[in-house]
């Protein structure tokens, strides 16, 4: 079992920053590529970002091509999400998942563990 808790969501206006956090525990976390997705009101959970065993390999939704950088620090059993020019279109609960596919996958199924989401919002 892995337990994934995130942290770092808020309130933020247009075109401001936060950095989202997701501590992982119970197995080695250098073990699993992460990704971190989203889920706005009444739609589907959807990718946004992945990081892969070593960090070697990053992936991105377009949407946040250049906004958002996904890291990870495997001594700290920590994955980040830095989301800078927020817009209110990125309005979402954000979690951070583990998975232990070796590819980046953007389908929610390949995850095996998941976070209990944190809140980021955005107003205009």
């Known amino acids: 079992q892995v337990q994934l808790v995130e942290s770092g969501g808020g309130l933020v206006q247009a075109g401001g920053s936060l950095r989202l956090s997701c501590v992982a525990s119970?197995?080695?976390?250098?073990?699993?590529?992460m990704g971190w997705f989203r889920q706005a009101p009444g739609k589907e959970r959807e990718f946004v970002a992945g990081?892969?065993?070593?960090?070697?390999?990053?992936k991105y939704d377009d949407s946040v091509k250049g906004r958002f950088t996904v890291s990870r620090d495997n001594a700290k059993n920590t994955v980040y999400l830095q989301m800078n020019s927020l817009k209110p279109e990125d309005t979402a609960v954000y979690y951070c998942?583990?998975?232990?596919?070796?590819?980046?996958?953007?389908?929610?199924?390949?995850?095996?563990?998941w976070g209990q989401g944190t809140q980021v919002t955005v107003s205009s």
């Open positions: 119970g197995r080695t976390f250098s073990d699993y590529t």
């Open positions: 998942a583990a998975s232990r596919v070796l590819f980046i996958s953007k389908s929610t199924v390949q995850y095996d563990y």
């Open positions: 990081i892969s065993r070593t960090g070697g390999s990053i």
